[in-house]
């Protein structure tokens, strides 16, 4: 019974030690508050990039190794 009290004060203070780490800072200056909203918008961009990309397949299948191969001698594959 104590080890589950002592277990449970502990997960208790570390909970709220977690939690006044997430709470957002209200005393923020016009300099953060511009630096996050730039940062948004670059988000923005990248994910609708992503979105754009994901969404068009290439029309032409291309082969990055196609230099590094040895000419195909047609002759069976052992």
Do not use: C, F, H
Not at 18 to 36: C, F, G, T, V
Not at 53 to 65: F, L
């Amino acid at each position: 019974m104590k080890r589950m009290m002592i277990g449970a004060l502990a997960l208790g203070l570390m909970a709220g030690t977690a939690m006044a780490q997430s709470l957002p800072d209200y005393n923020e200056s016009d300099e953060a508050k511009a630096k996050r909203k730039e940062n948004l918008a670059i988000d923005r961009q990248y994910r609708t990039t992503v979105d754009r990309m994901r969404g068009e397949p290439s029309a032409t299948k291309t082969d990055p190794w196609s230099n590094m191969r040895a000419p195909d001698d047609s002759k069976a594959k052992r």
